[in-house]
C-alpha cells in the first residue's frame, strides 16, 4: 500500500518569506497526489492536485507543488506567504480510484508577521 | 459547489453511551469516507462506503461501525463510547479524482 511522509511537523515563517513544505510518498504503481489544508476549527479543503501531465501543478492563492518521480517527492512552496496561510497542510497519495487515500501527519505552518 | 454537511460541531458524550455521527452530501457521490484526525497521526479511515449498503472497513475500525441506508447519508455509530475514542471525526465523499470534506465533529468523551 503506499504512504507519506511529511517531513516537518511544524513550518514557523515571517510574513512575506518563502516557505517550503516537504512531503515523499512511497508507492510501487502510478499515482495521485494532493495537498490539502485546513484552516482552524474546519474541514479539509483541497489546495492543489496531481493527477498527470505537467509536473509542476498551482493553485488560486499562489501555492506550487512538483511532482518528482526518481525523488518520490511532491513538495509544497509559496514564494512570499501571508499572515492567513497560518493553517494546518496535509499531502495525501491514492492510486487513483479515492478508496485508499493516505494522508501525511500534517504539516503545520504558521506565519508570524 | 459541493458541500459535505455533520450533524454537530462539537459533541460531549459519556463513556459507555451510544454515539452516532451524521453525515450528508449533497452532490450524488457514490463514495462516502469516515476518517478520524489525531494529533501527529494525520488522517485514518474508519470505515468507507462506495454504494448504499456497502461498505469496507478502513485502518482503524474496531469500535465503530456504519449505516448507509441512503446515498446521500453515511452515519458513523459508536456502540459504546470509549475515552480513547474522543477525537475530531471527519467525514468525506469522492468523485473520482478528488475527495471533499465535511466541518468535522469533534467529539470528548468523559
Known amino acids: 500500500a503506499q504512504s507519506v511522509t511529511q517531513l516537518d511537523s511544524q513550518v514557523p515563517v515571517f510574513e512575506e518569506a518563502p516557505v517550503e513544505l516537504r512531503c515523499n510518498y512511497s508507492?510501487?504503481?502510478?499515482?495521485?497526489l494532493f495537498w490539502y489544508v485546513q484552516y482552524p476549527n474546519q474541514g479539509l479543503q483541497l489546495l492543489l492536485k496531481y493527477l498527470s501531465g505537467s509536473t509542476l501543478v498551482e493553485s488560486i492563492n499562489g501555492f506550487e507543488a512538483e511532482f518528482n518521480k526518481s525523488q518520490t517527492s511532491f513538495h509544497l512552496r509559496k514564494p512570499s506567504v501571508h499572515i492567513s496561510d497560518t493553517a494546518e497542510y496535509f499531502c495525501a497519495v491514492s492510486k487513483g480510484n479515492n478508496n485508499d487515500m493516505r494522508f501525511g501527519a500534517g504539516t503545520r505552518l504558521t506565519v508570524k508577521p | 459547489d459541493v458541500k459535505v454537511t455533520q450533524s454537530s460541531r462539537y459533541l460531549v458524550k459519556r463513556t459507555g453511551e451510544k454515539v452516532f455521527l451524521e453525515c450528508v452530501q449533497d452532490m450524488d457521490h457514490e463514495n462516502m469516507f469516515w476518517y478520524r484526525q489525531d494529533p501527529g497521526l494525520g488522517l485514518r479511515l474508519i470505515y468507507f462506503s462506495y454504494d448504499v449498503k456497502m461498505k469496507e472497513k478502513g485502518d482503524i475500525p474496531e469500535g465503530y461501525s456504519v449505516s448507509r441506508e441512503k446515498k446521500e447519508r453515511f452515519s458513523l455509530i459508536l456502540e459504546s463510547a470509549s475515552t480513547n475514542q474522543t477525537s475530531m471525526y471527519l467525514c468525506a465523499s469522492s468523485s473520482y479524482d478528488e475527495q471533499y470534506f465535511g466541518p468535522g465533529t469533534r467529539l470528548t468523551v468523559t
Open positions: 508507492s510501487s504503481v502510478s499515482v495521485y
